[in-house]
């Protein structure tokens, strides 16, 4: 995953699919609260994952895409989505509703 769009990682993201593979997903949603109780080895581990998304993120240009403070913003809100999505019964239509509003909400940000 090299230089993706914010737009188009949030897209895959928070798309129903991307939720239901469970096993496949982000281990960041995850292993998140795991990693939060585990060894400072651990945490730096899950820190060096979050940073090499953000790089991915914001790209090999000379201008990036996107602030820092903007990917770190929209991957926590997306990531926090995830979580909530998942952890809801699969057929719930709370879990769809946390998918939906967070993916308007953060492509209203995303577009000018």
Do not use: W
């Not at 928070?14 to 239901?20: M, V």
Request: charged residues 30%; hydrophobic residues 40%.
């Amino acid at each position: 995953m090299q230089g993706i769009e914010l737009a188009d990682f949030v897209n895959f993201y928070l798309s129903r699919k991307h939720r239901d593979e469970k096993g496949k997903g982000c281990t960041r949603a995850a292993l998140g609260g795991n990693a939060a109780r585990q060894s400072d080895d651990i945490k730096a581990a899950y820190e060096a994952g979050i940073e090499k998304l953000l790089e991915v993120l914001q790209g090999e240009d000379d201008e990036p895409k996107a602030s820092r403070a903007e990917i770190i913003d929209t991957f926590a809100h997306a990531l926090g989505a995830l979580i909530l999505s998942r952890a809801c019964p699969d057929d719930s239509p709370l879990a769809d509703e946390v998918l939906s509003v967070c993916h308007e909400q953060i492509m209203a940000k995303l577009t000018p």
